[in-house]
């Protein structure tokens, strides 16, 4: 790819028309902008969530995350008003640990473990993600206290804010540009599908993106599952692993430039 471009950036070059040389130096900044796009699409990005928190704290508080390559990952908990998991979302403490994220709600008293995890036992905990920019989750690692079954929302629409999430539902996520993963659009069958959603009494790293859909967004929720009818889910988020998906932006923008200067080139001289 790259040989191909520099190759027409000489032809364009060599031209004796004006109106040749920027239209073809727009093509070659195009398509390097898409072989960058392609490349940028390999590297995913790991956060260590873990951290040494007292195990309660003020509701709505909020945890940054630098990754080895500068990119920040924010994080807040929220719990739900009732113990079904239809409530609205309501803000909670989100605290880090040796094993990860954990979460005491304003019911979980002074969060003594296992309390201060992401769980059912009562409300439903669920912590909220936001990237830097649009990236595609890939997995998650999750340190048991009980089990690991989880339930897990991507996407969110532009304005979104952590302000927004305190009054919205689980029934309300898809109209604020959420997808759940499931079944039908991740590799969740039991030995495919089943495993990643519902896990056991182990720690394990649950798959996201398993299938390569590459389902992506600004927002990434974890919680506990919130359909559980027997509920005893109690874990902590150790790990989260995304990939970024690309803006090719300046040199896209470059290219667009070429092109139009190629293009009002070619009508004067012609």
């Given at each position: 790819m790259i040989g191909t471009i520099c190759a027409l950036c000489r032809l364009g070059m060599m031209h004796p028309n004006r109106s040749v040389q920027w239209l073809r130096l727009g093509l070659a900044a195009a398509l390097f902008a898409l072989a960058v796009a392609g490349q940028a699409e390999a590297v995913t990005v790991t956060w260590n969530l873990t951290g040494s928190d007292s195990l309660d704290g003020a509701e709505g508080?909020?945890?940054s995350f630098p990754a080895a390559g500068g990119?920040?990952?924010?994080?807040r908990a929220f719990t739900?008003?009732?113990?079904?998991?239809?409530?609205?979302?309501?803000?909670?403490?989100?605290?880090?640990?040796?094993?990860?994220?954990?979460?005491?709600?304003?019911?979980?008293?002074?969060?003594?473990s296992p309390t201060n995890t992401v769980d059912n036992i009562g409300t439903r905990d669920l912590v909220?993600?936001?990237?830097?920019?649009?990236?595609?989750?890939?997995?998650?690692?999750?340190?048991?206290?009980?089990?690991?079954?989880?339930?897990?929302?991507?996407?969110?629409?532009s304005g979104l804010t952590f302000s927004s999430f305190a009054g919205l539902s689980?029934?309300?996520?898809?109209?604020?540009?959420?997808?759940?993963?499931?079944?039908?659009?991740?590799?969740?069958?039991?030995?495919?599908?089943?495993?990643?959603?519902?896990?056991?009494?182990?720690?394990?790293?649950?798959?996201?993106?398993?299938?390569?859909?590459?389902?992506?967004?600004?927002?990434?929720?974890?919680?506990?599952?919130?359909?559980?009818?027997?509920?005893?889910?109690?874990?902590?988020?150790?790990?989260?692993?995304?990939?970024?998906?690309?803006?090719?932006?300046?040199?896209?923008?470059?290219?667009?430039?070429l092109l139009a200067t190629g293009l009002w080139s070619r009508k004067r001289f012609f």
């Open positions: 508080n909020e945890r990119e920040v990952l924010w994080a739900t008003t009732n113990t079904d998991g239809t409530g609205l979302f309501l803000p909670a403490y989100l605290g880090r640990y040796s094993g990860g994220l954990g979460v005491t709600s304003p019911g979980d008293g002074t969060g003594a909220v993600f936001k990237f830097s920019g649009a990236y595609i989750p890939t997995s998650v690692f999750l340190t048991q206290l009980g089990d690991t079954d989880f339930t897990a929302y991507v996407g969110g629409n689980y029934s309300t996520l898809g109209a604020n540009g959420f997808t759940q993963y499931t079944c039908g659009n991740a590799d969740l069958l039991w030995q495919s599908c089943i495993k990643d959603i519902v896990g056991g009494s182990t720690d394990r790293l649950a798959g996201l993106n398993n299938l390569g859909l590459n389902l992506s967004g600004q927002w990434l929720i974890i919680g506990a599952l919130k359909g559980d009818a027997t509920p005893e889910d109690q874990f902590l988020i150790k790990t989260l692993n995304g990939t970024a998906v690309p803006e090719p932006g300046t040199l896209l923008l470059l290219g667009v430039g």
